[in-house]
């Protein structure tokens, strides 16, 4: 039986390749099987039935690239939002479309949300905290970090509702612009896996994610330099910063217990790194994000069945390797202090943290997280009509 509210119509937008973002990917499955769901992204999703309309990039020289940083600084913010990417032919479409909600994913996607609304509600997915993204680079923070707050302060109180991933990140929000988000974490679907045994003479631990430099990767490499023989370290990691990337590429050519791994589809990052027993979410928090953010590969080892571990941050990680005893929290982050702890561990006691983990991945799922969007959304749809 089709819902009747099936006809209602839902934009889901992120400046992303939608097949490979996890959290949107999670947004469009769900909505999907109740709403009538359309797409706006640079890669469509490959699910039947997803209408996509794609937003064009605009290539432009490193000139011009310099010339828009200096706008930056001028506060030309609305004419550099609107050049951002090649809009019109996308306004000129959605224009003649009516939807009942949009979610805007980003606060990039927002202008365009709420110029397109018309009758609908919007709600922004704020994801992370803007206006600090990339507070620990000097560059971001000189030249495009106003940016971020002038969106956040002009289009933040016109959205119906604002979600976040975290408790700590809608705290900022809140206290710096006086709103109230939903928190919706990264939690994966549930995988029906087992955790594997343990080789006491050949431990694996696995990292998976963006080669980032402002996550300062080289700090796990650094640990392999103190640790036991009996571990080895891979690093699954995308290269999006290709300069760090290759940084990270030297530093492991150097090592015997360290590989940098090519990256897998996303959605074989679960099935693939269950061969692996612990999974490093060592990343100093130097930005805020960093600080109180709840990422996306947490919730994949939990389901993959690895030991989490990770260093002491005000929430997220910490809190849940703590609540549910599926790994360790370090008290340093000094290379040889985390080492020295790592070779205190039996693989008896990393098989216990599977097994922990193994337990929280029945709990810490996707679903109570959808059905809480499904009522949100259920909500603002009832006050559209």
């Not at 110029?115 to 994801?127: F, G, N, Q, T």
């Not at 996550?215 to 995308?238: A, N, S, T, Y």
């Not at 098989?351 to 109570?368: D, E, Q, R, V």
Request: aromatic share 12%; proline share 5%; glycine share 4%.
């Amino acid at each position: 039986i089709i819902p009747f509210y099936n006809m209602q119509k839902i934009l889901i937008i992120a400046f992303t390749d939608l097949e490979n973002d996890p959290r949107v990917k999670r947004q469009i499955k769900y909505l999907a099987q109740y709403y009538n769901v359309s797409t706006v992204g640079w890669d469509p999703i490959q699910i039947q039935g997803i209408k996509f309309f794609k937003i064009k990039p605009i290539v432009r020289s490193r000139i011009d690239r310099i010339k828009r940083a200096f706008k930056y600084k001028l506060r030309h913010f609305e004419d550099l939002y609107w050049s951002l990417y090649n809009f019109q032919p996308l306004l000129k479409t959605l224009s003649k479309k009516e939807f009942d909600l949009i979610i805007a994913n980003d606060i990039e996607t927002m202008p365009l949300a709420l110029k397109i609304k018309k009758k609908a509600k919007v709600v922004l997915d704020a994801h992370e905290y803007s206006p600090r993204h990339f507070e620990d680079q000097f560059i971001w923070r000189f030249f495009f970090q106003d940016f971020n707050k002038y969106l956040c302060s002009e289009y933040m109180h016109k959205c119906n509702k604002i979600i976040t991933v975290s408790q700590g990140i809608a705290n900022e929000y809140k206290k710096n612009y006086s709103i109230d988000p939903v928190v919706i974490t990264n939690a994966a679907d549930y995988v029906n896996l087992q955790p594997t045994i343990v080789d006491g003479n050949h431990i694996r631990i696995i990292t998976h994610g963006v080669a980032n430099p402002s996550r300062r990767l080289e700090l796990m490499i650094k640990i392999m330099d103190h640790i036991d023989p009996r571990f080895h370290l891979d690093m699954m990691l995308l290269p999006v910063f290709p300069k760090y990337y290759k940084y990270l590429q030297k530093l492991t050519k150097r090592r015997k217990n360290v590989s940098l791994i090519p990256p897998v589809k996303q959605k074989e990052i679960i099935s693939f790194t269950n061969i692996y027993d612990l999974s490093f979410l060592i990343i100093k928090p130097y930005t805020i994000n960093l600080k109180y953010g709840l990422w996306n590969k947490t919730f994949e080892s939990l389901q993959a069945r690895l030991g989490l571990v990770t260093g002491v941050t005000p929430e997220s990680q910490a809190e849940i390797v703590n609540q549910y005893g599926c790994g360790i929290v370090l008290d340093s982050f000094e290379p040889k202090q985390i080492a020295l702890r790592l070779n205190q561990l039996t693989d008896k006691q990393i098989f216990g943290y599977k097994k922990k983990a193994h337990i929280t991945a029945g709990k810490l799922t996707a679903k109570k997280n959808m059905e809480k969007l499904g009522r949100l959304v259920k909500n603002l749809i009832k006050i559209s009509l």
